[in-house]
């Protein structure tokens, strides 16, 4: 129009509309330059999609559902498989070995594994083994380039442990029952370093070299792993603790009663103040001993309640016999200041009244708990009177039978306590019988019944109205040991049986009796000696018994094998020799089979040399046939567990997995180590569909490797380990194979996890250099510094923008929860279990937490969301 201000507009208006074009222009580069997705045409990963691109033309909806349950499903077979992997650590680290006690010159069996090492290294890996191995197969199937599947698993897989299945494993202890953690230094090393670790992951991808990775970097993160093993081990044999460790000896444990094999100072001090407090009088330390006994038992590893919760879920052979599995959990440990709970009495007796009228007189017991030994005669239940003492005070008393019965273990007693003005005390007597025959402690009871004032004034009973008496058996069973603890057998042209001679010392009283079988060492059941197990009986009086074993011959011509005789669950009060091999808890002779010198001069050395052991690919044979038989029955086809539909069902529905992973070679190959290996080659297998079915279904639903990972793939990894977690609560009296595991398993997940395939990605980078492929890869990448990168040098590039706020929000969150555990057991004597309404409050509160961690890491996510995203 030739007017200025209109010329002005045209030319704004012209150059915002090529601005627009440009943006326009730009973005339709970067969406071009961007990656071909596993969903689409032209995309895939290692196995899938199994149709190739006519499958990525299907419709969404059916796509999605379809990935969803075969995600699901291969989230059964990393649980059957990790299994088998469990079931070779079991055996692995189950070997013995003798050495001798440099004290005593004792020989004596050990574990060759130390339960803190064998935790953090195998036990460890075989829980996360899923888990690491994805990151390792994301990287290497992803030409050694980053991705976001195997890091976020690895955190989110870490958040639902800590947070989830700390909550269920609190919330499944009966109240007012807890479980506190014994190994408190292991703990402290393995919680302190489950921070340190995603401290430090945050630092290197954030702080350090922002979205890059070093090869110092990785090579750190990984032997941080071997640091915390080392400090773990340190911990577990007392280097950072005061606490000074005892041995229960003879004299300790009086009569040879089982007791731990080793406990604290602290700790046998808090156990006889518990049983000080409850039973209200001076005990003496056989008493006391014997006490203690009933509350202790011996814990399962962390493997065999994997195995168990995995084979509970899926229709499996289930693990020990059915007693074993029926049987009500042991005997919890409560804390100090709980009073015992109370029983019941019959029909008519009377328990202390609602708080009404303040009583001006009250008669109780002057404790609720008494303990007599059986021997003793009579029992002197003393009554006292508190208040007002100026009036005569007329009560009611009678016994009432328990366990232990009126005529058989006491006499029944009933009558009336008179206590004259200012008289405070008196005594019921009870005659308690003696027998010659040893019996479990036996309890009755005796009430105070009624209450009356001679001149009407207001009297009442007591809270400790009612007496427990507890009868102690003081009869001596004896103490059972192998004549002994090595016995040699030279081996003859023709199979012998050897008598094994075991002697039963310090007393025979009652009929006792024992389990014993032979273990396999170096020699194998089959094919070096016959497997016998069975039950041994002493008779009242009877000191002495023989158990024969059966050598077989083969024609030995070198070295020596050996293998054990163990004796176990001893009955009715027979106890084991705690200074002989075995300890309290057990009795073990090594019976170690000798060459036979007259063939052995037949035969020429070098054959020796070059003979291969095949006892024991037959025996695996055996067992090989046996596993497949169990994997296509039900239940194992166990006859006495009869299997309902829920077995069926998911029978039916994993039966592929079982069959498949049958054909793993037994753990009795190689001492474990070909199962251990193969078992983990089968993981990997798995995991890889893993990564395939989580990575289409995410990007078929829009959902990204992320948020699919901390959600969907860290729950699926992790709950077999939320069942064996539970198992492992209810059944331990310790919290230690629960929740102190979790900690160091995340731990493990970092340093292997990410550790080892960073550590792979950034050599690999460093030689090989910037590459055509890593140029386009990161060319669009917008939340990488490329000016921080020195040279051309080829960089392992791990996008800290998501991971580092995901690793941020976990670790604040971690901590929160390792202080509510330590107030736990500060407030209610354990980090498990506690008064119903707290723990509840706790379990709720933990989870919740979880859900903040998924919901703010995923809308972070989202919000930071890239153009190929």
Not at 33 to 40: G, N
Not at 684 to 705: E, S
Request: charged share 20%.
């Amino acid at each position: 129009t030739g007017i200025p201000g209109e010329r002005r507009l045209a030319k704004d208006v012209s150059l915002r509309r090529s601005d627009c074009a440009a943006l326009a222009q730009a973005m339709a580069n970067s969406t071009e330059a961007c990656e071909v997705k596993i969903c689409e045409v032209g995309g895939e990963g290692l196995f899938l999609p199994l149709f190739g691109d006519a499958e990525q033309v299907w419709p969404a909806g059916l796509r999605g559902f379809l990935y969803l349950l075969g995600l699901l499903w291969t989230f059964i077979g990393v649980a059957i498989v990790a299994d088998v992997f469990m079931s070779a650590i079991e055996t692995i680290t189950s070997k013995k070995k003798r050495v001798v006690d440099p004290k005593t010159g004792r020989n004596y069996t050990t574990k060759v594994w130390n339960e803190t090492v064998s935790n953090l290294t195998l036990m460890a890996l075989g829980s996360s083994a899923p888990e690491i191995l994805l990151s390792i197969i994301e990287l290497v199937g992803d030409s050694f380039f980053s991705g976001a599947l195997g890091p976020s698993t690895i955190v989110g897989s870490a958040a639902f442990n800590l947070l989830v299945i700390s909550a269920v494993c609190v919330a499944a202890i009966p109240s007012p029952e807890v479980r506190f953690i014994k190994e408190v230094p292991v703990f402290a090393v393995t919680a302190s370093f489950s921070i340190i670790a995603y401290l430090w992951l945050l630092i290197i991808v954030v702080v350090i070299s922002k979205d890059v990775v070093d090869v110092w970097e990785g090579l750190v993160t990984f032997l941080m792993f071997p640091l915390l093993v080392g400090l773990a081990f340190a911990a577990d044999k007392g280097m950072f603790s005061r606490a000074e460790k005892v041995h229960m000896t003879k004299a300790m444990t009086s009569k040879g009663t089982r007791l731990f094999e080793d406990m604290t100072v602290e700790e046998l001090q808090k156990a006889e103040m518990k049983i000080q407090k409850e039973y209200g009088m001076e005990l003496s330390d056989e008493d006391v001993a014997k006490l203690l006994a009933k509350d202790i038992d011996k814990h399962k590893s962390k493997a065999a309640y994997c195995v168990g919760a995995t084979r509970g879920l899926f229709g499996g052979k289930r693990i020990g016999d059915k007693a074993d599995r029926q049987r009500p959990s042991m005997k919890s440990v409560v804390p100090i200041s709980e009073e015992p709970v109370a029983i019941a009495g019959p029909p008519g007796s009377v328990e202390p009244e609602e708080p009404g009228p303040e009583p001006a007189c009250v008669v109780e017991f002057v404790a609720k708990n008494f303990a007599v030994s059986e021997s003793i005669g009579t029992v002197k239940l003393r009554v006292k009177r508190k208040g007002d003492l100026t009036s005569e005070v007329k009560v009611q008393y009678e016994s009432e039978d328990g366990i232990a019965k009126a005529g058989m273990d006491y006499h029944e007693v009933k009558g009336e306590l008179v206590f004259l003005p200012q008289e405070d005390m008196k005594e019921i007597e009870v005659p308690i019988i003696d027998d010659s025959t040893w019996e479990e402690d036996e309890e009755f009871y005796v009430h105070l019944t009624s209450i009356v004032t001679v001149k009407g004034q207001v009297s009442g009973l007591g809270r400790a109205s009612k007496a427990r008496i507890v009868i102690i058996d003081d009869d001596c069973p004896g103490v059972l040991s192998f004549e002994k603890d090595v016995i040699e057998v030279q081996e003859t042209s023709k199979d012998q049986v050897i008598q094994v001679l075991v002697n039963r010392k310090g007393g025979s009283s009652g009929s006792v009796s024992c389990k014993f079988q032979t273990e396999a060492a170096s020699a194998t059941q089959g094919a070096d000696y016959v497997h016998t197990e069975g039950t041994l009986t002493f008779e009242e009086g009877v000191t002495s018994q023989e158990i024969a074993v059966t050598i077989i011959s083969k024609g030995r011509v070198y070295g020596k094998e050996e293998f054990r005789l163990i004796m176990s669950e001893a009955q009715n009060g027979l106890s084991f020799d705690p200074e002989r091999d075995g300890g309290p808890d057990q009795s073990i002779a090594t019976i170690v089979i000798l060459p036979d010198e007259v063939a052995k001069s037949r035969l020429d050395r070098v054959a020796s040399l070059l003979r291969i052991n095949r006892d024991r690919a037959a025996l695996g044979a055996s067992n090989w046939k046996e596993q497949l038989w169990n994997a296509v029955l039900v239940n194992g086809g166990d006859e006495e567990e009869k299997p309902g539909a829920y077995d069926w069902v998911m029978h039916v529905i994993s039966v592929f997995w079982k069959v498949t992973f049958a054909l793993i070679p037994p753990p009795d190959y190689c001492g474990g180590w070909a199962c251990f290996f193969c078992s983990l080659m089968m993981i990997g297998l798995v995991t890889a569909l893993v990564a395939d079915l989580a990575g289409l279904l995410g990007c078929v639903v829009g959902m990204g490797d992320a948020i699919t990972a901390i959600t969907l793939v860290a729950l699926g990894t992790s709950l077999p380990d939320t069942f064996a977690s539970k198992a492992a609560a209810q059944q331990d009296p310790y919290a230690d194979a629960s929740i102190g595991n979790i900690t160091g398993s995340n731990s493990v997940n970092v340093f292997l996890g990410l550790g080892l395939p960073w550590s792979i990605g950034a050599i690999y980078w460093a030689v090989v250099g910037q590459t055509d492929a890593w140029r386009e890869k990161y060319a669009n990448e917008a939340r990488i510094d490329f000016s921080s990168l020195e040279g051309g040098g080829g960089k392992f590039i791990v996008v800290g923008g998501d991971l580092g706020f995901s690793v941020g929000l976990f670790t604040g969150l971690a901590v929160l929860c390792i202080v509510t555990l330590i107030a736990r057991r500060i407030l209610y004597g354990g980090e498990l279990g506690g008064p119903q309404i707290p723990k509840v409050i706790t379990a709720v509160f933990l989870v919740i937490l979880w859900i903040v961690y998924v919901t703010v890491s995923a809308v972070n996510i989202i919000a930071n969301k890239g153009p190929c995203d």
